[in-house]
Every structure is written in structure tokens, then in C-alpha cells.
Nanobody
Framework: QLVESGGGSVQAGESLTLSCAAS???????MAWFRQVSGKGREGVAA???????DYVESVKGRFTISQDNAKTAVYLQMSSLKAEDTAMYYC?????????????????WGQGTQVTVS
């Protein structure tokens, strides 16, 4: 089970940090954050493997940072310089393959989402 938290409403230029708590030690799973705007498909935002290698969608590079705790029970998404176009529901996801590649269909487990609104 994955549980996201940390979403909210902020002004453009401000920062937020999202957290994803796993109910288990996910070990060598690949972890990621996706986002979805109503009426559109889920977009991969950032991904991280168990070694800490990370990848980002071009639109958030330099502004967002994905990280995880050493116990492999939580994943974070630090978001800075937020823009209106970052407004979306953000989802944490896990997959059994330990890499940073793949789209939504490659992920096996999903959280319920946390809303981020930037105005």
C-alpha cells in the first residue's frame, strides 16, 4: 500500500514536498511520481531506482527532486518554483522492475493521489 501526503494549494513560485509512505520495505522496486489533470492521461514526473538513480520529465528538471529514505519505506518529491501548469493530482507508484523507465502501465502499485494546485 502506498499513501501520498503533502499536497495543497500554493502560489506560483512557492514550494511543496510530497511524501509517499509504503506499508512495506519496497527494497529493489522502482518508484515514481506521476501526475494527472482531469481528462488527460497520467504523466510520469520523476522516477528513482533502489540505487538512487533518478530521471525526470523535461518540464520539471531543475525544479523537482525525487528522493527516498535509506530504509526504502518512503519516497519524496520536492517541488520548487511551482507553476500553474504543475497543477494536477500527483500519484506515487511502484513497480517490480528496478529502473527509472516505463509509463503508467509498467507500474504495479499505486497510491490514492494528492492534489497540488498552483495559482
Amino acid at each position: 500500500q502506498l499513501v501520498e501526503s503533502g499536497g495543497g494549494s500554493v502560489q506560483a513560485g512557492e514550494s511543496l514536498t510530497l511524501s509517499c509512505a509504503a506499508s512495506y520495505t519496497y527494497g529493489s522496486y522502482g518508484m515514481a511520481w506521476f501526475r494527472q489533470v482531469s481528462g488527460k492521461g497520467r504523466e510520469g514526473v520523476a522516477a528513482i531506482d533502489s540505487d538512487g538513480s533518478a530521471d525526470y520529465v523535461e518540464s520539471v528538471k531543475g525544479r523537482f527532486t525525487i528522493s527516498q529514505d535509506n530504509a526504502k519505506t518512503a519516497v519524496y518529491l520536492q517541488m520548487s518554483s511551482l507553476k500553474a501548469e504543475d497543477t494536477a493530482m500527483y500519484y506515487c507508484a511502484a513497480k517490480k522492475r528496478n529502473d527509472c523507465s516505463g509509463g503508467p502501465d509498467d507500474y504495479n502499485y499505486w497510491g490514492q493521489g494528492t492534489q497540488v494546485t498552483v495559482s
